[in-house]
């Protein structure tokens, strides 16, 4: 496991943007694929975007395709979700988690930044 923290976070006018970044602890942060989740209230989390280890794979939930891109900087353990042309749907909070090492299981987990969209 790594510790994650979330930052970035904050309210944005719809149409605005944001960048959020996530910063990793420990020595095997390019080995994992890190994802981006997001909660809205009374709802399950869902999944928003992640990027393999390598930084050349990427995927995205179909409500976030073409708005926003997820990166990391290996050398910085940091991984950063883009968004733009931000929706008042889009308001969540944002975690940022890490998956094992050898699996596609996430077990690590930030404690969140909250998103807020105004309309």
């Known amino acids: 496991q790594v510790q994650l923290v979330e930052s970035g976070g904050g309210l944005v006018q719809a149409g605005g943007s944001l960048r959020l970044s996530c910063a990793a602890s420990?020595?095997?942060?390019?080995?994992?694929?890190m994802g981006w989740f997001r909660q809205v209230p009374g709802k399950e989390r869902e999944f928003v975007a992640s990027?393999?280890?390598?930084?050349?794979?990427?995927d995205y939930a179909d409500s976030v395709k073409g708005r926003f891109t997820v990166s990391r900087d290996n050398a910085k353990n940091t991984v950063y979700l883009q968004m733009n042309g931000l929706k008042s749907e889009d308001t969540a909070v944002y975690y940022c988690?890490?998956?094992?090492?050898?699996?596609?299981?996430?077990?690590?987990w930030g404690q969140g930044t909250q998103v807020t969209v105004s309309s």
């Open positions: 988690a890490a998956t094992g090492l050898a699996t596609t299981i996430y077990d690590s």
């Open positions: 420990g020595r095997t942060f390019s080995f994992r694929t």
């Open positions: 990027i393999s280890g390598s930084g050349y794979s990427t």
